[in-house]
């Protein structure tokens, strides 16, 4: 008998992997897991030999995150504004054949995104090189990894000495007050109003 408000056990330890009565049981093994390891890292390895000596990712913004919990955070985002291309006077199509992304769906929402990926892709265009068709490329070497990554490094934190001025300064009692000094402040202007009608 079962004790308790607990779950009523129904597990099923009589699995047949092989031919039952009922047919072939929907057991799904992964013996190939270590071939189609090889076969994607093959994949990988022709598709970088097709494209070389042009690097494996494509050029991408910094977009800031949704919501506003991560609104704060940077990352790399799908592709470049199609204002943000015209800045550098490029064409998408253009852009495409030349390693970096576009995304017509995005658009800019404050300028200093939008100088940022300009400045970005002034850098990569300065230092981008386009081999013609039928030049010889065999003294370029291939580009492997994330294209100009986010520059994650924390600055040194800088040490103060703390003076007696600092130390006179009673930041709670400064805050306390100004939120005082706005809590009437619509008061006082009021009282100043009727003044000078009187």
Known sequence: MV??????????????????????LKVKLALNQASRK?????????????LAPAPLQKLRPI???????YSAKTRLGKGFTLEELKAVKLSPKY????GIAVDHRRTNKSNESLELNVERLK??????VVIKKGEDASGYSQ?????????????????????????EFKAFTTMRVARQETKV????IAVEN?????
Not at 44 to 50: I, L, P, V
């Open 95 to 98: 852009a495409r054949t030349i």
């Open 194 to 198: 009727r003044k000078k009608k009187d």
């Open 38 to 50: 090889k076969s994607r890292r093959l994949a990988r390895a022709k598709k970088a030999a097709a």
């Open 123 to 128: 850098t990569y265009l300065a230092n981008l």
């Open 185 to 188: 402040a619509g008061y006082r």
């Open 63 to 69: 977009v800031h995150c949704q919501t506003q919990k």
């Open 143 to 167: 580009f492997k990894g994330t294209i100009q990554p986010i520059d994650r490094s924390k600055p040194a934190i800088e040490m103060q000495e703390v003076t007696a001025e600092l130390k």
């Open 3 to 24: 004790k308790h408000n607990n779950i009523i056990p129904n597990i099923h330890c009589h699995k047949k992997y092989c031919e039952s009565s009922r047919g072939p």
